[in-house]
């Protein structure tokens, strides 16, 4: 079964700062990666993703990701952060097989120092 | 802009009593998920639909869970004797699905129906 781990519950960075977020999966074969964001008081967002291709993958608000399958890996980067992008951040996986269902991972709090 | 729309946004119940969450997905949207999410966590999956059809439910789905896609267009997600560990936020989301076009992957959320269990 596949599953999704962020090992930073919490992150602190100063405005202007550069951003990278961590994200392993566990999958078999080749997966579908997402990073989602949730802002307080609204609903997940679709920040990018991953189907296959260019492992660097350009998303929404500046941030991008890269793929690495060796290292199971879907960081998520900025290269200078706002003070709106202060928010909850979610990386999911979903199988190439069953992409009806994505399985989200516990998620990295995301603080910016002014 | 119609986006998916939960309701109600905040439930308090007693133990032990029913409760009833409504969400309307973006309108030709053919897929409808819910999710369940506690503090702390990522979204868990709990069961989503293609048109009216219940496709698939997650072990996390006790029996005293139940959700339903009568006419394929709005879902309910019932909750009978609800017990203190059923507070969460339960997330909607919906997305489209056509036969022979690119999965896109793109769920669109709703901002969440949060219940607490007293």
């Known amino acids: 079964a596949q599953s999704v781990t962020q090992p930073d519950i919490h992150i602190t960075v100063s405005e202007g700062a550069s951003l990278e977020l961590r994200c392993n999966y566990s999958?078999?074969?080749?997966?579908?990666l997402f990073w989602y964001v949730q802002s307080p008081g609204q609903g997940l967002q679709l920040l990018l993703k991953y189907f296959s291709g260019d492992t660097l993958v350009q998303g929404i608000k500046g941030f991008e990701a890269e793929f690495k399958r060796s290292q199971s890996s879907f960081n998520l980067r900025k290269p200078s952060v706002h003070w709106s992008d202060a928010a909850e951040y979610f990386c999911?996986?979903?199988?190439?097989?069953?992409?009806?269902?994505?399985?989200f991972g516990s998620g990295t709090r995301l603080s910016i120092r002014p | 802009d119609t986006g998916v729309s939960q309701d109600p946004r905040h439930k308090i119940t007693k133990r032990g009593q029913n409760v009833t969450f409504r969400c309307d997905p973006i309108?030709?949207?053919?897929?409808l998920y819910w999710y369940r999410q506690t503090l702390g966590q990522g979204p868990e999956f709990l069961t989503y639909?293609?048109?009216?059809?219940?496709?698939?439910k997650s072990r996390l789905l006790s029996d005293r869970f139940s959700a339903e896609r009568p006419k394929g267009s709005f879902s309910t997600l019932e909750i009978q004797r609800t017990e203190q560990g059923d507070s969460a936020m339960y997330l909607c989301?919906?997305?489209?699905?056509?036969?022979?076009?690119?999965?896109?992957?793109?769920?669109?959320f709703g901002e969440g129906s949060r219940l607490t269990v007293l």
């Open positions: 989301a919906s997305s489209l699905v056509t036969s022979g076009a690119s999965y896109t992957g793109e769920l669109f």
């Open positions: 639909f293609q048109n009216e059809a219940q496709l698939e």
């Open positions: 999911a996986v979903a199988s190439y097989r069953s992409a009806s269902k994505i399985i």
């Open positions: 309108s030709e949207h053919n897929r």
């Open positions: 999958y078999g074969a080749t997966p579908y």
